[in-house]
C-alpha cells in the first residue's frame, strides 16, 4: 500500500544553517512522484520540489534540494541557508504513475521552527 | 493570474445541517481535486475530477459526502448531515491536465468546516 511516512514532527534550526527534512515512502508502482510543500500558518500548501522516480539526478530548487534515495525509499528535502520565512509546515507527498491515479498521498507533515 | 479561490473561508455549523463549499480552480486546469485536512495531519484525498467527470472518488468517506463539477470548471463539495467529525480544513487544488509526471497541483487557501 502507499505510504509516506515522516518522523520528524518538529525541527529547529538557527537562521543561514541547513536543515534536513526526512522522508520516506513505500509503493508498489515502479514509477511515481515524490513532492515537498511548504504550509505557512496561513494555511495554502506551496510546492517546493518534485522528483521522479526514473530521474537519474537529485532535483534541486534554489535553496531547496531533494537527496532521493531509491534503493532506501527516501526523499529527504534539504533547505540551505535557512531563512526566518522558512518557519513553516512541510509535508512529503507521493503520486503513482501507473494506472492513471493522480492523487497525491501526504505525510503527516515536519514543523520547522528557524531560530534567529 | 488568479490562483485556486475557495469560498467561503470559514464554515461554522451545527451538527446534522447541510453544507456547500465551493471551489474555483485556475482558469483552463482541466484537472480538480478535494482533499481534507484534520488537525495536526496531511492533506487526505477525497476526489479527483477530469473535467466534468468524476476520474476517482475513493478517497469520499462515506455517502454523506457528494462533488460536482457540472460544466468542468467550479466545484462543489456537499457534505449531508454533517457530523463533529467532518470538522477539517476542506482544500481544494487544480492542474493543468490530469496526466504527466509532475502535473503540479496548486491549491487554494482551504476552507475551515467547524461542526458544533
Known amino acids: 500500500a502507499q505510504k509516506i511516512t515522516q518522523t520528524q514532527p518538529g525541527m529547529f534550526v538557527q537562521e543561514k544553517e541547513a536543515v534536513t527534512l526526512d522522508c520516506t515512502y513505500d509503493t508498489s508502482d515502479p514509477s511515481y512522484g515524490l513532492f515537498w510543500y511548504k504550509q505557512p500558518s496561513s494555511g495554502e500548501m506551496i510546492f517546493l520540489i518534485y522528483q521522479g522516480s526514473y530521474d537519474q539526478q537529485n532535483a534541486t530548487e534554489g535553496r531547496y534540494s531533494l537527496n532521493f534515495q531509491k534503493a532506501r525509499k527516501s526523499a529527504n528535502l534539504v533547505i540551505s541557508a535557512s531563512q526566518l520565512g522558512d518557519s513553516a509546515m512541510y509535508f512529503c507527498a507521493m503520486r503513482e504513475l501507473s494506472g492513471g491515479y493522480n492523487k497525491l498521498i501526504f505525510g503527516a507533515g515536519t514543523r520547522l521552527a528557524v531560530h534567529p | 493570474g488568479a490562483g485556486v479561490s475557495q469560498t467561503p473561508s470559514n464554515k461554522v455549523t451545527e451538527k446534522g445541517k447541510y453544507v456547500e463549499l465551493r471551489c474555483d480552480p485556475i482558469?483552463?486546469?482541466?484537472?480538480l481535486y478535494w482533499y481534507r485536512q484534520s488537525l495536526g495531519q496531511g492533506p487526505e484525498f477525497l476526489i479527483y475530477f477530469q473535467g466534468t467527470g468524476a476520474a476517482d472518488d475513493s478517497g469520499l468517506p462515506n455517502d454523506r459526502f457528494f462533488a460536482v463539477r457540472p460544466e468542468g470548471s467550479v466545484s462543489t463539495l456537499k457534505i449531508q448531515r454533517t457530523e463533529r467529525g467532518d470538522s477539517a480544513v476542506y482544500l481544494c487544488a487544480s492542474s493543468l491536465t490530469g496526466w504527466g509526471s509532475l502535473n503540479e497541483q496548486f491549491f487554494g487557501p482551504g476552507t475551515r468546516l467547524t461542526v458544533l
Open positions: 482558469s483552463g486546469h482541466t484537472a
